[in-house]
């Protein structure tokens, strides 16, 4: 009963968080900015702004595929907001930004996280596979694949956890940035920005919650010496 419940609240959560996002990015992507300049133009004067200049701009089919890439400082941006001048794409190209000025100040959240990906990815695999390992083989006691479970889903939920302040900050940099730079003319583009940030803040939200739900149940037997299911 237990694991089917947390599994709906889970699933509600991530689909409404994704919902919410995809459907405020295509609003605000209807709307043009006054500035009428790019997503990649205003990555560009964001990051310019901070001194950065070595970072390459490159765009990718998809929607919301956005993200920066630290190892080869690349921002890429998706095809509509590479090209587009909406506030949907000035908002998403200067989040991405942010992230580039975190790597560059040595944001210490970025660092964490960046550390934390390689153990991150393993804990994926191991609460992925290990359930329907211990269920077909019966080779790992059920205690055991508690424990194993606890941690895995432990490292997740600590990845996402660390994630938190490092999405919330890039979106603050984003905000600071616009508005330094000028690329926001009125107090309308500024709560479309907001709006558009907040909304993609709760894919975050959702993915802490969802990881700190699973740990907790699978830890909650081991600490009470409980090994059944309910």
């Known amino acids: 009963m237990i694991p089917l419940l947390i599994f709906a609240v889970t699933m509600g959560l991530s689909f409404w968080a994704s919902h919410r996002v995809k459907s405020v990015y295509r609003r605000y992507a209807e709307e043009p900015s006054i500035s009428g300049i790019t997503g990649a133009e205003a990555a560009r004067r964001v990051m310019a702004d901070a001194g950065i200049q070595d970072v390459e701009i490159v765009s990718q089919e998809g929607e919301l595929v956005d993200h920066y890439d630290p190892t080869h400082k690349r921002l890429v941006l998706s095809t509509d907001n590479y090209r587009g001048h909406s506030i949907s794409a000035l908002a998403v190209s200067a989040h991405e930004a ?32 290990l359930p329907l390992i211990g269920l077909f083989t019966g080779f790992i006691r059920p205690h055991t694949v508690l424990f194993i479970m606890a941690i895995g889903w432990g490292v997740i939920m600590l990845f996402n956890l660390i994630t938190l302040p490092v999405e919330f900050d890039a979106s603050n940099r984003a905000r600071a940035a616009l508005r330094h730079c000028g690329i926001l003319s009125t107090s309308t ?42």
């Open 98 to 129: 942010g992230h580039a000025i975190q790597h560059a100040r040595a944001y210490a959240p970025l660092n964490m996280r960046m550390a934390a990906v390689g153990a991150t990815q393993f804990a994926s695999q191991i609460v992925m596979w």
């Open 189 to 230: 583009e500024e709560v479309g920005v907001g709006r558009v940030l907040n909304a993609a803040a709760l894919t975050y939200v959702a993915a802490f919650l969802t990881s700190l739900g699973y740990f907790i149940w699978h830890l909650l037997p081991l600490l009470t010496g409980r090994r059944d299911e309910d």
